[in-house]
């Protein structure tokens, strides 16, 4: 099968790969670059456990074919924290039990980030809002709406 | 919530350094990082991946099965059929005596179940495996099919697994797990009240957000890595072991990190056929389900049917409790003989009750075959039975938390299947809850107290 060369830069980093046209930006983060923190739950654009953020907008990796982020800035959870200090979602996860299974945690705190990095102050309802198309089978959802709610005041403190 | 700390003083320690303290989880930092390593994190140079040709009938009789296409397509490998597997008929609880072999790796002559495994199919890629499993050929005779518990147990049914010979679990006690305390029929006699009520539920999927699957690498030596989400490492190891016909030290399982199982991740599926695969390709293998395989060929919580007789005198009393279970175990075996009989000493829940008949059965049909959820066999008895509790206070005007006090069971009563209750603690539990949730009860009910009888 013919391969397409595509070109992007992850977690600040470039990347390079050629890859088969149709690949998504999942199959090629996950088995081409070996970034496996986006994880695959459904592969039909539904759990939001492969979320990344692409060019600073929550996106779906497994519904993105990989040949349409020529250019763009890709991060991802396995990018967030800088010289061993975890990025104020993650520690405020880790501060509220918000994780158990960790299988949707990567892709959560991609939503988390990208709603505060929109809406530093949000309210609850805005963080239910943002992530809702995350699907959660362990917590019950309350852990991780205290964590994003707890990295808000957190960033805003750090602020202040 | 401040709880009372006067229960049981003369047993508590209360220089406990741990309990009421956060402590961090181990496997956070992994999570929160992206750093933990799930099964289908593990990616191999050459991986083939696995794709299963599975029945589109409930029960039909296979009269021939012609892979040839499907191995000249491009990209595929290997073409594994019911013959390839050395051991094709398992059960998983065999490691515990609890048999007989019941189910087929790949389908060998029939299916039972819409969804059953027939041919796997090994390929380059995953698309490719998926379009040669479309071209697997399948000659079925369609059988009567039967989805209901009743109807499978009535004489003339259709037989859905040739392995038991009928379609119910043959304990050692006969056809169901029974228990026998007292004169129920007498206790019925002498009641106030006589109340029947049945209650179903549903099979329930577990839908973790991890798919059930594997990766297996072979090490170079006849010996085999198989990275898995199972829930029950050893079962499957030893399931294997037996299936494959390998002495277990060829088999290296690498686990205990599991997207999310709830119980659904503890049969032996996934593991023995990519095994194989890669025992026979000398490659390594994936074999992950598709969300849809999670939600429809996955094993599901047991449908269950719950008949509960009471009899109860109008001062609360109940004096006589008749409960027959049915458990739908689907078409095979796996873990639901255990919980039908679980349920069996499960009722007639924490109730002192002097005359209790119990009849749990095992029922086969030809739906997807069920095992374990969070306490299978006891979690739809206790909705049914709480259910019941509530009706039977109604019944006789009574409230339904005191109706509770009247029949808990204490330390020192016997329990219907004859083991003396200790330890038991309901009265203290409900006496808090009574707090908790401000609902009163009279103060006779607040005295009594779990280790001492009368009041």
């Known amino acids: 099968m013919a391969k397409v060369p595509v070109q992007f830069t992850l977690n600040g980093s470039e990347k390079a790969e050629f890859i088969d046209s149709g690949t998504t930006l999942l199959n090629a983060l996950r088995d081409k670059i070996g970034d496996t923190s986006p994880k695959g739950g459904c592969h039909q654009g539904t759990c939001g456990a492969c979320s990344v953020i692409i060019d600073g907008e929550l996106r779906l990796s497994c519904l993105t074919l990989a040949e349409t982020c020529n250019g763009a800035a890709i991060t991802t959870t396995s990018g967030l924290s800088e010289g061993g200090v975890l990025h104020p979602v993650q520690r405020a996860f880790l501060d509220t039990f918000a994780t158990q299974c960790g299988f949707c945690t990567p892709g959560t705190i ?15 309802d805005e963080v239910v809002e943002a992530l809702s198309g995350n699907i959660c089978r362990c917590t019950g959802y309350e852990s991780i709406i205290q964590a994003v709610l707890l990295a808000a005041r957190a960033n805003s403190q750090n602020a202040a | 919530m401040e709880l009372r700390k006067n229960y049981f003083a003369d047993m508590r320690k209360d220089d406990l350094h741990e309990i009421g303290q956060p402590r961090p ?39 021939s099965i012609d892979t040839s296409e499907a191995e000249k397509h491009p990209g595929v490998v290997k073409v594994l059929t019911a013959r390839d597997v050395p051991h094709n008929v398992y059960t998983i609880l065999i490691l515990i005596q609890i048999g007989p072999e019941d189910e087929t790796v790949l389908a060998d002559g029939k299916v039972r179940w819409k969804g059953e495994a027939v041919v796997a199919v090994l390929a380059e890629t995953e698309r490719a495996a998926q379009e040669a499993a479309a071209k697997v050929k399948v000659d079925y005779e369609v059988l009567p099919a039967v989805f209901d518990m009743e109807e499978a147990l009535k004489p003339g049914a259709p037989l859905v697994n040739e392995y038991h010979g009928q379609n119910y679990y043959l304990y050692d006690s006969g056809e169901c797990r029974k228990v026998r305390f007292g004169d129920v029929e007498a206790g019925f006699a002498g009641a106030d009240c006589v109340l029947e009520q049945s209650y179903q539920s549903s099979p329930i999927e577990h839908a973790p957000t991890e798919t059930t699957g594997c990766v297996v ?77 999670e939600m429809q060929i996955s094993s599901p919580r047991a449908a269950e049917k719950v008949v509960i007789k009471d009899g109860v005198m109008k001062d609360g009393r109940i004096v006589a409790r008749k409960v027959t279970g049915y458990t739908d175990a689907g078409a095979y075996s796996r873990h639901s003989p255990y919980g039908a009989q679980k349920g069996a000493g499960h009722y007639p829940g924490p109730y002192t009750i002097p005359n209790v008949w119990i009849d749990t059965y095992c029922v086969y ?54 083991q003396p209750t200790e330890g038991a603690a309901l009265i203290e539990c409900m006496q808090e809850a009574s707090r908790a949730a401000n609902w009163p009860v009279a103060e006779k009910y607040m005295a009594m107290s779990s280790y001492a009888k009368g009041a």
């Open chain 2, 217 to 293: 690498a072979p090490e170079g030596n006849d010996r085999f890595t198989c990275y898995t989400n199972t829930q029950a490492m050893f079962f499957t190891l030893d399931n294997a072991s037996i299936i494959l016909q390998m002495p277990g030290n060829k088999l290296h399982f690498v686990g205990g990190t599991v997207g999310g199982g709830f119980g659904g991740k503890v049969d032996v599926i996934v593991e023995p056929i990519a095994i194989l695969g890669a025992k026979l390709t000398g490659r390594p293998v994936s074999f992950i389900y598709s969300r849809e395989e």
């Open chain 2, 25 to 63: 989880r181990s496997d956070s930092p992994g999570h929160v990082t992206g750093k933990t390593a799930f099964f289908a994190d593990r990616n191999f140079p050459g991986m083939l991946h696995l794709k299963m040709v599975r029945s589109p009938h409930h029960h039909a009789r296979i009269r």
């Open chain 2, 365 to 418: 049909t030809n739906r997807t075959p069920s095992s374990a959820m969070r306490g299978f066999g006891v979690t739809i008895g206790d909705f049914a039975l709480e259910v019941q509790m509530d009706k039977l206070a109604r019944l006789i005007g009574m409230d339904p938390l005191e109706f509770r006090f009247i029949n808990a069971y204490r330390d020192g009563d016997m329990k219907a299947h004859r």
């Open chain 1, 110 to 124: 991609m939503a988390a980030k990208v709603l505060l990095d929109h809406t530093p102050n949000p309210s609850r």
